[in-house]
C-alpha cells in the first residue's frame, strides 16, 4: 500500500490582450517585455512531437510505435482515443509550417518516427519515410525556418518493444543504426539536433509506474531502460559528432525545481532525494559525473546494469542542453514512503493557480532551474526547448480568447530574462506547442497549442497567445 502511494504521489507527475506587456514584479514597472530584450541571436522556435501530430500512423510503410499499441487497449488513454489520426500533419505539413512562418518563429523542433524509418526498428529502411521527412525539412528551409530535430520523442517501434525495448540492451545498435540514417539522410540540411526528449518520464512513466506505453511496471524494467536511455543518449551524440558537418547536439531533460514544504531540516533532505531522482540522473551521467547514488542510494541498483567501460561511455559533450520546464515541487519528509522518503505536496494544495493538467503555475521555478543548471560546469548553453500551459480553451464566434495563456507566456519569459540578465547562458525558447495535439495518456482534452485544431474537421484556428507572439516576434 505504501509503494502505490509513493508511486502515486511521484508521478501525479483586457488584461493581457496589449501585445506589449509589463514585465513580472522582480523587474522594474517602466520596462517592457519585448523580443529585442533577449539578444539578436537569440532563437526562438514551435517545438511538437510526431505521435502527437502526425497521424497516419500505418500509411506509406510505417509500423505500429508503442504508442499505437498501447492506446487501442481500453483504459491507457484516459478519452479511449488513439494518436492514429491526430492532428494529420502528415498530410497537412505545408499548411502547418506556412503557420510558423506566419507567427514568426524561424525555428521549428519536431521528431522523427522511428517507426516510419525502420518499420522493424532496424535492418529494412522504409523510403517513403526518408522521403517524407525530407520534404518535412525542404518546406522548413523554403519557407526560412530552421529545423531542429528531435531522435527519440517516445515513439519506440513496437517491433523493438516485442523484444524488450529500453531494457534490453541490444537497444545500443538499433538507436546507433537509425541514428546512422537520420544523420546521414538529413545531416546535409539540418544542423541542430536533440538526442532524447525527457529520457525520465519515457523511463519512470512507461517502465516503472505503466502510465505511459509500453505500459511496464516496476524497478526491475526501470532501472536496464535507465541505463540503456543513458547509454544511447551519448551513443547517438558521438555519431552525430561523426556524420553532421557543423553540428549543434544537444538533448533535453524535464526539470521541476523542488522545494521543501517548510524550513524543516528534515523536509531538506527530501529535496536533495528527489531532486538527485527528477533533475540529476540523466544529466550528471552526461557530464561525467555518474548517477547520483550519493543523495538517492536506491540509484545503486543501476550498477548491476553497468558493464566494463560503461562509465566512461555515459559522457558526451553536448553543444548545448535542452530544458523544459512547467512547474515545480513542493516536498515533505515521510519516513513511510519508500526510496525517497518524502511525498510531493499536491499542486491543488499551493496557493498558486494549476493548468488544465493540474501543474501548478509558478513562473520562478524556471529561473531557478537556469540557474541550478548553468551551474555545472559542464553545461555550455542552455536552450529552453519546451514550456507552455493546457487550458481550457473555447472557440467564441471563431476566436480563442486565452488570456491565461498570454499571461503565463509573458510571466515565464521574464524569468528567462532575468535569469540572461544574471549570466545564464539561455540562449534559446521554445514554445510547447504549435499545434493542439495528443497529449499522451491524457488524450485530445489538454490543449497546448498556439493554434486551435478541431480534430473532427482538422481546422485551425490561430488563438490570441498566437497573435500575442507574432507582435512580440515582429
Same mark, same amino acid.
Given at each position: ?31 517592457? *517585455? ?7 541571436? &537569440? ?22 510505435? @508503442? ?8 483504459? $491507457? ?29 524561424? $525555428?521549428?523542433? &519536431?521528431?522523427?518516427?522511428?517507426? #516510419? ?14 522521403? %517524407? ?31 524488450? +525495448? ?22 546535409? #540540411? ?9 529520457? *525520465? ?16 511496471? +516496476? ?11 543513458? *547509454? ?8 552525430? #559528432? ?8 544537444? /538533448? /533535453? ?62 559522457? &558526451?559533450?553536448?553543444?548545448? @542542453? ?5 512547474? #515545480? %515541487?513542493?516536498?515533505?519528509? !515521510? ?7 518524502? *511525498? ?10 494549476? /493548468? ?30 519546451? !514550456? ?87
Amino acid at each position: 500500500m505504501q509503494r502505490r502511494y509513493w508511486i502515486k504521489q511521484l508521478s501525479s507527475a483586457a488584461l493581457f490582450c496589449n501585445p506589449i506587456i509589463k514585465f513580472a514584479s522582480s523587474f522594474s514597472n517602466d520596462i517592457t *517585455l519585448n523580443k529585442n530584450l533577449f539578444g539578436e541571436g &537569440f532563437v526562438w522556435g514551435v517545438s511538437t512531437a510526431a505521435v502527437q501530430i502526425e497521424g497516419a500512423a500505418s500509411e506509406e510503410g510505417k509500423s505500429k510505435s @508503442i504508442w499505437d499499441e498501447f492506446s487501442v487497449h481500453k483504459g $491507457n488513454i484516459k478519452t479511449n482515443e488513439t494518436p492514429e489520426k491526430a492532428c494529420d500533419f502528415y498530410h497537412l505539413y505545408k499548411q502547418d509550417i506556412a503557420l510558423i512562418k506566419k507567427l514568426g518563429f524561424n $525555428n521549428f523542433r &519536431f521528431s522523427i518516427s522511428w517507426s #516510419r524509418i525502420f518499420p522493424d526498428g532496424f535492418g529494412y529502411m522504409n523510403k517513403s519515410g526518408i522521403d %517524407y521527412y525530407n520534404k518535412v525539412i525542404d518546406t522548413c528551409l523554403e519557407s526560412g525556418i530552421t529545423p531542429w530535430i528531435t531522435l527519440y520523442h517516445w515513439d519506440l517501434p513496437q517491433a523493438l518493444q516485442n523484444k524488450g +525495448g529500453w531494457t534490453n540492451r541490444e537497444i545500443l545498435l538499433w538507436f546507433s543504426e537509425y541514428v546512422n540514417i537520420c544523420a546521414n539522410k538529413f545531416g546535409d #540540411r539540418v544542423k541542430n539536433w536533440m538526442v532524447l526528449n525527457e529520457p *525520465l518520464a519515457f523511463t519512470s512513466l512507461g517502465y516503472l509506474f505503466g502510465m505511459h506505453a509500453p505500459g511496464m511496471k +516496476g524497478f526491475k524494467h526501470f532501472f536496464p531502460a535507465v541505463h540503456h536511455a543513458a *547509454l544511447c543518449q551519448s551513443l547517438a551524440g558521438k555519431i552525430l #559528432r561523426d556524420n553532421v558537418i557543423n553540428a549543434n547536439i544537444g /538533448t /533535453t531533460f524535464s526539470c521541476a525545481p523542488i522545494y521543501a514544504n517548510n524550513e524543516n531540516h528534515k523536509h531538506h533532505e527530501a529535496v536533495k532525494r528527489y531532486d538527485a531522482f527528477v533533475n540529476r540522473l540523466f544529466i550528471e551521467p552526461a557530464l561525467g559525473l555518474g548517477y547520483p547514488i550519493n543523495d538517492l542510494p536506491l540509484l545503486k541498483h543501476v550498477e548491476k546494469y553497468l558493464k566494463n567501460g560503461d562509465e566512461n561511455k555515459l559522457a &558526451f559533450d553536448f553543444d548545448f @542542453i535542452g530544458i523544459q520546464n512547467y512547474t #515545480r %515541487y513542493v516536498v515533505k519528509e !515521510n519516513v513511510l514512503i519508500p526510496y525517497l522518503h518524502g *511525498l510531493r505536496v499536491p499542486p491543488k494544495k499551493l496557493s498558486n493557480e494549476i /493548468t488544465d493538467m493540474k501543474w501548478e503555475i509558478y513562473p520562478d521555478g524556471l529561473y531557478k532551474i537556469l540557474k541550478q543548471f548553468s551551474e555545472y560546469k559542464g553545461v555550455k548553453k542552455i536552450i529552453i526547448t519546451e !514550456n507552455g500551459a493546457a487550458f481550457n480553451d473555447v472557440v467564441d464566434k471563431g476566436y480563442i480568447h486565452d488570456n491565461l495563456r498570454i499571461k503565463y507566456f509573458n510571466d515565464y519569459l521574464a524569468q528567462v530574462l532575468k535569469a540572461k540578465n544574471e549570466g545564464v547562458n539561455v540562449a534559446g525558447y521554445f514554445v510547447w506547442s504549435l499545434l493542439d495535439n495528443f497529449e499522451w495518456a491524457e488524450g485530445y482534452k489538454p490543449r497546448f497549442g498556439l493554434v486551435y485544431v478541431d480534430f473532427k474537421t482538422q481546422n485551425r484556428i490561430l488563438k490570441d497567445s498566437a497573435n500575442w507572439f507574432a507582435d512580440f516576434l515582429k
